[in-house]
């Protein structure tokens, strides 16, 4: 029986670790550090400054099962998936890696002995490509390992030369394919390696990084060289059972058959349902792994490329005939497929659904509110005998609601309508362009090579902090000014000062850095303004030295403002409490998502899908308060990753733990809280003193927030509320306690005397429009009223308008009125003229005039101005409209 995907998975971590590999995790979706990338798209993204040099993580062989998304940016295969056997937007790359430790011979020959030993796969259909002028590839495939010269094909630099960027490390490729068969390819009889179809599938592709290519295009070899190979694990798990499509792998199977469930459908019975299947099947992984690294449906950069694969999977379900939310539950199987590789994705499951069912919600509305402007716009077009949709049209409802420009097509294609595909792509490519500038920098902040330049030498920073150490003595390891090591800084100077060991927590984890003060010799005063942590092992003081100077290698005291780290430190133990308090009350789907302590507040972000009332919320700070009053010891073990996750602790949604962890208990057990985390806090839950909240919202679909303050803050806000409640109890002359029942007495008179003066308004606009009527004049035959009007604001303007059009039955009514310095348009056709005149039309060349712009339907549209008084001349052009 062939091999499962899971299996395979496992035997090729097995078959790297026995060559001496480090076997490492797959990192998260979002990139770290690295603001260039949209997604991780390939196995080697984590290891890049292994690769520059930058970075010495203590192995020198990896090897992972990377998990990747390439639906966005430079790569992009979003509009092929479900279209070929073979294109994904969610994948695992399978990967095996050598920084400075092996090199080609090696990786062939191992590459060589998985595929057919490990694998068992047939020798004479596997082909080989190598760099066109990759001798030493060549010798080693043809003389090592056996592979006949003709299988072994030599290619350019598009398809086999791999390049970071114009300069800088590179290096050939060599590739391995499958030959699946003449059943699988194009037919013809020149097919080869060169062909774009099926038949010989690349599973393999091995980089070989042994230059720097300098400016003027030289190439320089490596010192040091370096392997990168990727192996996408769908496609060896095709070719291993025997099928010729991904989707018919064990991998998908699972996926399909839910599907088949759900909609009805038979995969296999229909090339249209079948595309759609494969679409819903792939689509879902995709989502299913974005939302769990922490992305959330939204308009722009990685949230936006979320929403477009979900809502083309929902697209996709519809045309299957489910006019339902159910990609959430398609989801729940890939959690159920993937758990054994990705554990994670149990504990996030209820909170992947929810997310995917909000958005399917979501797009079930905006589908029904495009489709509605799509007819407009046919409508419009059949008036006016046009017949192409126009480009902004199509990508608005490409853009804003969701719709796939064939989806588009189709829609039309029945009123004989076509799109204007240039005007479309003339958007695309200025929102191609916005996008771009809304990721960049999206990820991570890239780290300056400076700091991974000093790590390389050696140079570390021990946190000494904990246990409420604000004060210590260290020796200066290095100094940068202006983003430069230098060995000196003089009085004035701003600068960041780095010790072998301090006291000073750098800003990491939500928690800011602390402050304080650095002295030396010669009473040399450095004024710290925050510490920061741009590596693991450094921690950075910023500042200015405000006397004296301060050398590498000089001995330094260092003093953090105790008050500020002390409240700092009641700050973020109360975020910890903060979260029991709502797992309690809303349930344990509350994840945090995101935090924020310094010395004034408290930020925490979590999961959670509808607004917590009044009394959840006085619930929550209750239970937090209760934890507080406990005064219950808090208490740090550390332990190894894998021992401190079993013990139940608590993680960050997306955070990137270490080998060893911190894990903060409070309570004798942890029965209060148990966390991984890395930041200080009280020794005692009763040092938090008081906590209170201050707002609740939400900042993202599925996403809330609430701020707090604690202890001498949390009284003063307390204060402050007293304060502004017993200035309104004076100005309404009753007592405290009595506020709000006299508040809602006075706003219920209020909404009374509003509908009385709504009436009265109504009552003067129909003695007005009776007034008017004697305004109407004849226009080519037309019955006309342009006049200008007394009306406050916009909604008046059109109860006005409707009733002068109910008297004049047949004609065209123009009326400006002027309110908070600005002028309103108001402009009606009947229902008997609107085949001749379009109210909308008639209001866009009106307008202008008034310094404004609008629009509307043939029968009514409306425009403002900032030239109220230009209304008579706007008004006057509408005779030389008719």
Same mark, same amino acid.
Do not use: P
């Given at each position: 029986m062939a091999m499962t995907g899971s299996e395979i998975r496992e035997s090729f971590l097995k078959f790297f670790e026995g060559k001496g590999h480090a076997r490492i995790a797959s990192s998260p979706l979002v990139p770290k550090d690295d603001p260039t990338l949209l997604f991780t798209n390939a196995g080697m993204v984590q290891f890049k400054n292994c690769f520059l040099g930058l970075e010495d993580r203590g192995y020198h062989r990896a090897a992972t099962s990377q998990k990747c998304v390439r639906a966005g940016g430079k790569h992009n295969d979003l509009e092929n998936v479900g279209v070929t056997a073979r294109h994904h937007t969610f994948f695992e790359m399978l990967g095996n890696f050598s920084f400075g430790d092996y090199f080609k011979k090696e990786a062939i020959a191992w590459a060589w002995e998985y595929l057919t030993v490990t694998m068992g796969l047939p020798r004479e259909k596997l082909w080989i490509t190598i760099y066109t002028d990759d001798d030493e590839a060549f010798r080693i495939w043809h003389d090592g390992m056996g592979v006949p010269a003709e299988r072994i094909v030599r290619m350019g630099e598009k398809s086999n030369f791999w390049m970071m960027g114009e300069t800088g490390p590179c290096g050939p490729?060599?590739?391995i394919l499958f030959d699946q068969g003449e059943g699988t390819g194009c037919g013809s009889s020149e097919c080869d390696v060169h062909c774009e179809c099926d038949r010989h599938l690349e599973i393999w592709n091995l980089v070989f990084t042994q230059f720097d290519r300098d400016a003027a295009g030289?190439?320089?070899p490596l010192p040091k060289p370096?392997?990168?190979?990727?192996?996408?694990?769908?496609?060896?798990?095709?070719?291993?059972?025997g099928v010729t499509s991904n989707y018919e792998s064990d991998l998908f199977t699972g996926i399909i058959r839910f599907i088949e469930k759900i909609s009805g459908r038979t995969y296999g019975k229909n090339g249209e349902d079948d595309i759609s299947i494969r679409v819903i099947a792939d689509h879902s992984r995709a989502v299913t792994f974005l939302v769990g690294d922490g992305v959330l449906p939204s308009n722009e950069g990685r949230g936006y490329v979320l929403r477009r694969i979900l809502r083309r999977a929902a697209r996709h379900g519809k045309l299957l005939g489910m006019n339902r939310p159910f990609l959430n539950e398609v989801c729940g199987v890939v959690i159920d497929e993937m758990r054994g590789a990705y554990p994670d994705l149990v504990d996030k499951a209820a909170f992947i659904r929810k997310v995917v069912e909000s958005e399917e919600h979501r797009f079930i509305e905006t589908l029904d509110a495009g489709l509605r402007i799509l007819q407009e716009e046919v409508a419009v077009l059949k008036e006016s005998d046009g017949w192409v949709i126009p480009g902004e049209i199509v990508f608005k409802l490409y853009d804003t609601f969701g719709f796939p420009t064939d989806l588009t097509a189709d829609i039309v294609k029945k009123d004989g309508l076509v799109l204007d595909m240039e005007g479309f792509?003339?958007?695309m490519a200025a929102q191609r362009e916005k996008a771009r500038e809304s990721w960049k920098g999206s990820g991570q902040e890239a780290i300056s090579q400076v700091y991974h330049l000093l790590s390389m030498e050696g140079i570390a920073t021990e946190f000494a902090g904990y246990e409420g150490v604000t004060m210590g003595s260290s020796r200066v390891t290095a100094i940068l000014k202006e983003g430069r090591s230098v060995e000196e800084i003089a009085e004035g100077d701003e600068a960041e000062v780095i010790v072998e060991q301090t006291p000073f927590y750098g800003e990491v984890g939500g928690q800011v850095g602390d402050r304080g003060f650095i002295a030396g010799a010669e009473d040399a005063f450095f004024q710290v303004l925050d510490a920061k942590r741009p590596l693991d092992n450094l921690i950075a003081h910023v500042g200015k030295l405000e006397r004296g100077k301060i050398r590498k290698g000089d001995s330094v005291m260092l003093q953090?403002?105790?008050?500020?780290?002390?409240a700092t430190e009641a700050n973020h133990s109360a975020t910890h409490l903060l979260q029991a308090a709502l797992k309690s009350v809303l349930g344990e789907h509350v994840k945090q998502s995101g935090s924020f302590v310094n010395a004034e507040r408290l930020r925490f972000d979590f999961t959670h899908f509808s607004r917590i009332d009044e009394e959840e919320l006085a619930r929550i700070e209750s239970g937090a308060n209760r934890m507080i009053r406990a005064n219950v010891p808090v208490s740090t073990d550390v332990l190894p990753l894998a021992e401190a996750v079993m013990t139940g602790a608590t993680a960050v949604f997306d955070e990137k733990y270490g080998a060893v962890v911190r894990v903060v208990k409070m309570g004798e057990t942890g029965e209060f809280s148990r966390e991984l985390c890395g930041g200080t806090h009280v020794a005692r839950t009763g040092d938090i003193g008081f906590l209170k909240i201050v707002h609740e919202s939400a900042i993202a679909a599925g996403v809330r927030r609430i701020e707090a303050v604690t202890g001498n803050a949390a009284v003063a806000h307390v204060q402050r509320l007293e304060e502004e409640l017993r200035r309104t109890a004076s100005f309404l002359k009753i007592g405290l306690l009595d506020t709000s029942d006299r508040t809602e007495k006075l706003l219920r008179r209020e909404r009374e005397l509003e509908k009385e003066i709504e009436a009265l308004k109504g009552k003067l606009a129909a003695r007005d429009s009776g007034d008017l009527m004697g305004r109407v004049r004849q226009i080519n035959g037309i019955d006309v009223l342009a006049t200008v009007v007394e009306a406050s604001d916009v909604k008046t303007l059109r109860d006005l308008g *409707?009733?002068?059009?109910?008297? %004049?039955?047949?004609?065209?009514?123009? /009326?400006?009125? +002027?309110? *908070?310095?600005?002028?309103?348009? %108001?402009?009606?056709?009947?229902?008997? /003229?609107?085949? +001749?005149?379009?109210?909308g039309n008639i209001i866009k060349a009106i307008a202008p005039v008034v310094g404004g712009s609008g629009g509307g339907r043939p029968d009514m549209a409306q425009a403002g101005g900032q030239k109220p008084e230009l209304l008579e001349q706007a008004l006057d052009k509408l005779s030389d409209l008719l």
């Open positions: 490729c060599s590739e030289k190439l320089n370096n392997i990168d190979t990727g192996m996408g694990l769908e496609r060896l798990a095709a070719v291993v059972q792509e003339r958007e953090v403002e105790d008050e500020l780290r002390r *409707d009733k002068l059009r109910d008297r %004049l039955r047949s004609g065209i009514i123009l /009326l400006g009125s +002027r309110a *908070d310095g600005k002028a309103m348009l %108001l402009c009606l056709v009947t229902k008997d /003229l609107t085949d +001749r005149y379009h109210a």
